[in-house]
T-cell receptor, first 117, second 109 residues
Framework: DAGVTQSPTHLIKTRGQQVTLRCSPK?????VSWYQQALGQGPQFIFQ???????QRGNFPDRFSGHQFPNYSSELNVNALWLGDSALYLC????????????????FGPGTRLTVT | KNEVEQSPQNLTAQEGEFITINCSYS?????LHWLQQHPGGGIVSLFM?????KKHGRLIATINIQEKHSSLHITASHPRDSAVYIC???????????WGAGTKLIIKP
């Protein structure tokens, strides 16, 4: 089992560009959550996808959008990049059948480090 | 005031010392997670607790639901334990994870 995988590992973009990050969940997991972690800070929840729909969303602007595919993999898209979007983007997968209450733990991918210049 | 508070923010200790990292929270939770983040970013889930105590190797995690407090202990610490340790709670209201700021642990040989 490869666990949660993310691609690419590193990415450099310029202001105003658009970026797409990808995540494949752990085998057997159906829920994908995305987090943004700025340098020196804890991860901030962006949104969560289940059954190809956005189920929950944190306090992020509409420039941040996502998608979940039938095979449960997910993409995070960020439009009109700002310098402040430079961060580590983490994907976590879990199994909703474990209950939203947390009977199923979250497994994290290694992250994609995005640098906006 | 943050909903999840960790202490200390930074901790440097000698190899072999017993380490304790604390987490206090102010919201109703369904579970509490302890996670480890190494330089470069990868996060590993260490424990998920809803009550009592869990042990895995040299790691022990406890939680007191009434006091809204959890501790992570590392026995016989080793330089490879150097990492940021993060406490995160799952809100009972909206099921989102609320993260602490992390504790940066350095174990010197």
């Amino acid at each position: 089992d490869a666990g949660v995988t993310q691609s690419p590992t590193h990415l450099i973009k310029t202001r105003g560009q658009q970026v797409t990050l990808r995540c494949s969940p752990k085998s057997g997991h159906d829920t994908v959550s995305w987090y943004q972690q700025a340098l020196g800070q804890g991860p901030q929840f962006i949104f969560q996808y289940y059954e190809e729909e956005e189920r929950q969303r944190g306090n992020f602007p509409d420039r941040f959008s996502g998608h979940q595919f039938p095979n449960y993999s997910s993409e995070l898209n960020v439009n009109a990049l700002w310098l402040g979007d430079s961060a580590l983007y983490l994907c976590a997968s879990s199994s909703l059948s474990g209950g939203l209450g947390g009977a199923g733990g979250q497994y994290f991918g290694p992250g994609t480090r995005l640098t906006v210049t | 005031k943050n909903e999840v508070e960790q202490s200390p923010q930074n901790l440097t200790a000698q190899e072999g010392e017993f380490i304790t990292i604390n987490c206090s929270y102010s919201v109703g939770i369904s579970a509490l997670h302890w996670l480890q983040q190494h330089p470069g970013g990868g996060i590993v889930s260490l424990f998920m607790l809803s009550s009592g105590k869990k042990k895995h190797g040299r790691l022990i995690a406890t939680i007191n639901i009434q006091e809204k407090h959890s501790s992570l202990h590392i026995t016989a610490s080793h330089p490879r334990d150097s990492a940021v340790y993060i406490c995160a709670v799952r809100s009972r209201v909206n099921y989102q994870l609320i993260w602490g700021a992390g504790t940066k642990l350095i174990i010197k040989p």
